[in-house]
């Protein structure tokens, strides 16, 4: 395009060359002047100015300049113009960079989680409000229900796509981003996660223009520890002062990041000795806490249970603060358990990502890694 346009300027000057210099006609140098015009497309910019200096060494020794290689100068003069600026803008356009954001969850079939992405998505707009945010769920087997409208609640018949970290990432790849900021929302730096480093160490092997970066989870270290028990302590304070235990149920895991749970129970007894951290499926179960709170905290008779997830899903809803049936008898959920033992059980069903200063958590991990 930059030769064509070029060739038609230049294509332009030789004519007015033959309008308004006649002389140029007969004159024999005029076939000169039309090759190095047209050689001069294909040069460079030091061969331009190499040749417009020519001329004007002409006046400097002579005094004028004939009218011919006053039409060549002027000529060299406006293409060196013309490429100089179409080279100036190639450079602005090969140095554009196209940033985004990556939200990246488990995910969720049921309707109350979708809220939840809805507020992290508007909180995470706000904190980087010039970046295109995305999502993507990890959970395969998710993303396989809301396809086929197999959803819960109001989410049931509605068929949803949602994209794999990998398919979004290549996605985002298609669409031009060059600078991709992953977040993970995932509790724990568990299994979940490792899978999401591992998927993006390998596209940016595959894709060496590609500079992508991964935040931490919520749980990551002592600071993140610290921060969620003193933000979970303030949240549920009126339980603090009266000397009520709580429960928190994580979702757990054989990962060796499952110690983060027992880590974070620790840093909140410091300030609260009745709040206990427990999961569904790693270490401790509500069967190893039910006799320390009978111990520890005999003549209590009210408890407060309450998701330590991002979102209230199926393990809050059921595993948590289910009713079993007939079928399953042997799986009642923790609220049933305690009503047995004669507790009166208050159920908070938040998802740590209902909460903006735990939300700021993981925005915090965000902004750490952000590529601008």
């Avoid at 508007?122 to 395969?140: G, H, V």
């Avoid at 790849?173 to 591992?198: C, K, N, R, T, W």
């Avoid at 899903?313 to 609220?335: I, K, V, Y």
């Avoid at 998802?351 to 590529?371: F, Q, S, T």
């Amino acid at each position: 395009m930059l030769r064509f346009s070029v060739f038609v300027y230049m294509h332009s000057c030789v004519r007015t060359s033959q309008l308004f210099f006649p002389v140029c006609r007969k004159n024999s140098r005029y076939g000169q002047l039309k090759i190095n015009c047209f050689a001069l497309v294909n040069s460079s910019l030091h061969g331009l100015l190499s040749y417009f200096k020519s001329i004007l060494k002409q006046v400097v020794r002579h005094g004028t300049i004939d009218r011919l290689n006053a039409t060549s100068a002027y000529g060299m003069l406006m293409l060196f113009v013309l490429l100089s600026s179409c080279q100036t803008n190639g450079s602005k356009e090969s140095n554009t960079q196209k940033s985004g954001i990556l939200l990246v969850t488990f995910g969720s079939s049921y309707a109350k989680p979708h809220q939840t992405f809805q507020f992290i998505d508007s909180l995470t707009r706000n904190r980087f409000p010039n970046q295109e945010i995305r999502w993507a769920y990890t959970s395969s087997f998710v993303i396989k229900k809301l396809k086929e409208g197999k959803g819960h609640g109001s989410l049931k018949g509605q068929s949803i796509h949602v994209l794999s970290p990998r398919e979004a990432l290549l996605q985002m790849i298609q669409d031009g981003f060059s600078h991709i900021s992953v977040q993970s929302l995932h509790m724990i730096p568990g299994s979940e996660y490792d899978d999401l480093a591992q998927t993006i160490n390998k596209l940016s092997a595959e894709n060496p223009q590609l500079k992508c970066a991964l935040g931490v989870p919520l749980m990551n270290d002592e600071e993140d520890l610290k921060s969620i028990s003193d933000e979970l302590c303030r949240i549920f304070s009126g339980q603090l002062k009266r000397g009520e235990p709580v429960l928190f149920m994580g979702h757990g895991s054989e990962h060796a990041s499952n110690i983060k749970y027992a880590l974070l129970e620790k840093e909140m007894q410091k300030k609260a000795a009745h709040f206990y951290v427990g999961t569904v499926e790693g270490f401790p179960l509500i069967d190893d806490i039910l006799p320390k709170i009978k111990t520890n905290h005999k003549g209590i008779s009210n408890i407060t249970i309450t998701p330590l997830m991002s979102v209230v899903g199926d393990h809050a809803l059921n595993d948590l603060n289910g009713t079993s049936n007939e079928m399953f008898p042997e799986n009642p959920s923790w609220r049933e358990k305690l009503e047995a033992e004669g507790y009166h059980v208050n159920s908070i069903l938040k998802g740590m990502g209902d909460y903006p200063n735990i939300i700021n958590i993981w925005l915090n991990h965000l902004e750490k890694i952000r590529i601008k």
